[in-house]
């Protein structure tokens, strides 16, 4: 991933005070900043995040669209106050217009503006998706249109990784896994994120995993929580033989099990076995 430098006079419009303010906090250590070889002080978005996070204060100032026209004006308003409803159909009609620009603007500037991973994923994200999906399925949407706005939602869940600061104290180690022959790797993406956000170290397998060898994995990082995302079962009994690996691999190193996606509606679980199922993203926050 790369991660895009903020100058001084940037970061001054995004917080809303002036380019002394910006440079005496970063000489101060107020806020965070690298310093390049010609001696720059410059930014990442998650310095201005964690600055925002400590200093909420200025959150009301906050400039998330440098930009002047009033309809970027009004957005930046929509995304201070935090207008849900209004923001869920810009993003759902930009997606589909391949307007990245914007929708990553609406989904940075509500993390800036001090809403939640899981409240972003939850109130905004997946229920666009769902409105994407069902307009797809009903005939009213084209397949390449869906294709547009899918990719560009994926690319602004990309861009949210460069605005987390993981904590520093580890709470251990999350496995994130979608089984065989699963293609939807968006829930893992928010599930890596939500988890880094919390403080754990996450390795996510991606999706479609074949389970050859897992145990060596099992063996050598020894993970404290796994977690298994399904969306679609193409094959309910293969899926079953490798929820039954899982179990038994999580059993004996004491591992975690949290489950989530309507994928697990259509497969049988193992019995007796120990495991959380997690509907929302909130869930996944607080357990
Ligand atoms: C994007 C998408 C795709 C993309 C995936 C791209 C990618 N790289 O991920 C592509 C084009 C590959 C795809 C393919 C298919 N898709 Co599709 N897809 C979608 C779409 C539009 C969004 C899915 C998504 O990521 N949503 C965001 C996630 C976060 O939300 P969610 O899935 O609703 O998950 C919620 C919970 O289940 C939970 N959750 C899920 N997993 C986890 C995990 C954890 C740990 C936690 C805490 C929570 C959690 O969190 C969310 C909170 O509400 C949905 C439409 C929709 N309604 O969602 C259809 C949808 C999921 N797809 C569907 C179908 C049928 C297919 C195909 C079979 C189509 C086909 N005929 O080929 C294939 C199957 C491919 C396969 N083998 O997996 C159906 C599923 C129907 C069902 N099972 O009930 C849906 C619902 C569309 C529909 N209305 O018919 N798809």
């Not at 993970?223 to 039954?244: C, F, H, M, N, Q």
Request: charged letters at 25%.
């Amino acid at each position: 991933m790369v991660e895009r430098y903020i100058s001084s006079e940037e970061a001054s419009s995004i917080i809303g005070v002036n380019v002394s303010t910006i440079k005496r906090w970063a000489d101060r250590g107020k806020l965070d900043c690298v310093i390049t070889a010609g001696g720059h002080r410059k930014f990442l978005m998650r310095h201005l995040a964690s600055f925002l996070k400590e200093n909420s204060k200025y959150r009301s100032r906050l400039n998330v669209l440098p930009y002047e026209s009033s309809e970027q004006r009004q957005l930046n308003q929509l995304i201070l106050k935090r207008h849900l409803p209004e923001l869920r159909e810009i993003l759902f009609s930009k997606s589909i217009d391949g307007d990245r620009e914007i929708c990553q603007h609406i989904m940075n500037g509500l993390y800036l503006a001090g809403l939640r991973l899981d409240e972003i994923y939850d109130d905004i994200l997946v229920p666009v998706l769902s409105s994407i999906g069902e307009k797809w399925t009903k005939g009213d949407l084209a397949i390449y249109k869906e294709h547009v706005a899918t990719k560009v939602i994926q690319g602004c869940i990309h861009a949210m990784y460069s605005l987390l600061n993981k904590p520093k104290k580890s709470l251990g180690l999350a496995l994130c896994i979608g089984l065989k022959d699963e293609l939807h790797e968006i829930p893992l993406f928010i599930t890596e994120q939500i988890l880094l956000d919390r403080g754990f170290d996450v390795i996510n397998l991606g999706p479609n995993t074949p389970l050859e060898r897992i145990e060596t994995l099992f063996n050598e990082t020894k993970p404290d929580r796994l977690y298994v995302s399904s969306t679609v079962v193409k094959d309910p009994t293969s899926a079953e033989g490798d929820l039954i690996k899982l179990f038994a691999l999580a059993n004996s190193h004491n591992t975690l099990v949290f489950l989530g996606g309507r994928g697990f509606g259509r497969v049988r679980l193992p019995e007796d076995v120990p495991y959380a199922f997690l509907s929302t993203f909130r869930e996944l926050a607080e357990k």
